[in-house]
């Protein structure tokens, strides 16, 4: 049952992948409905394991990364449905299925501690996970961008040309995302730290580990920054186009080596 999600959306990247070469419509509505389904047997999952643990699966790396894919998918299926331009398809459904790989092969849900209770807690998780989707997506766009630029630059308008959003289509994606993305994260770690203040008398030596020099703490706030910095620059000082893009990749980078590196072998307050 846990490797079913994982089956449709592997099958869904050789369906983009596909549809990317031959821009073949048909095509484009299978890779379509095989990450629909994917998605959709991915909400099943987390379905049965809320029932069964009778709450969220959001503890443990393993289960926010599996919450993360799907919110992921979701958040790209909307882009994908009310643009109708399935371009970034094949990039994202190949990452869904890569990051996915873990949680279809670790698929046991955690048990949640008393103090991880609280709805801070929830509300803290699901704010950073949304905008860590967000973010992916941001990423996705920026590495279309630079690769439809490259193309353009080198004056050989072919194989990324024909099948991709004009760079101007890009970039204005790109931004309003990572707008979304710097606003749940903002609101996720405000949460984070109202919620550590709160539950910080506890004995537990992992809320005890919760402070700036934690890795998983620190390496966040440098997202928060360098995202931060990417809407600055934008604004500020003109940074659109490549540089925008090149920016959202680099901070993708460090969101996901917090997420899987850090999170399973660095943290010391994170590993509930």
Request: hydrophobic share 55%; charged share 10%; aromatic share 12%.
């Amino acid at each position: 049952m846990h490797l079913v999600p994982l089956f449709l959306y592997a099958c869904a990247t050789g369906a983009y992948l596909a549809h990317f070469a031959r821009r073949n419509p048909a095509t484009g509505r299978l890779a379509t409905g095989l990450l629909g389904g994917a998605i959709l047997a991915h909400t099943f999952l987390i379905g049965m394991q809320t029932v069964e643990a009778g709450h969220a699966p959001l503890v443990g790396t393993t289960a926010a990364l599996s919450a993360f894919v799907w919110l992921f998918g979701l958040s790209y299926m909307y882009v994908e449905l009310t643009t109708d331009e399935r371009a970034m398809g094949v990039l994202v459904s190949a990452l869904l299925t890569v990051l996915y790989i873990i949680p279809a092969l670790n698929p046991g849900v955690s048990t949640r501690p008393e103090v991880l209770r609280s709805p801070l807690f929830t509300f803290h998780v699901t704010a950073m996970l949304f905008a860590y989707a967000s973010l992916a997506l941001a990423c996705v766009i920026g590495v279309t961008y630079v690769l439809l630029f490259k193309e353009i630059k080198a004056k050989h308008l072919g194989f990324f040309y024909a099948r991709l959003p004009s760079l101007q289509v890009l970039d204005s994606m790109n931004g309003r995302v990572i707008t979304i993305g710097w606003l749940f994260l903002t609101a996720g770690i405000a949460i984070g730290i109202v919620w550590a203040t709160q539950v910080r008398p506890s004995a537990d030596p992992r809320l005890q580990a919760m402070h700036i020099q934690d890795p998983k703490i620190l390496v966040a706030l440098v997202s928060w920054c360098v995202y931060s910095f990417a809407l600055f620059a934008r604004r500020a000082i003109g940074w659109t186009g490549r540089r925008a893009a090149w920016l959202s990749v680099l901070a993708f980078v460090i969101v996901l080596l917090n997420f899987v590196p850090v999170g399973y072998f660095l943290t010391e307050s994170h590993n509930f």
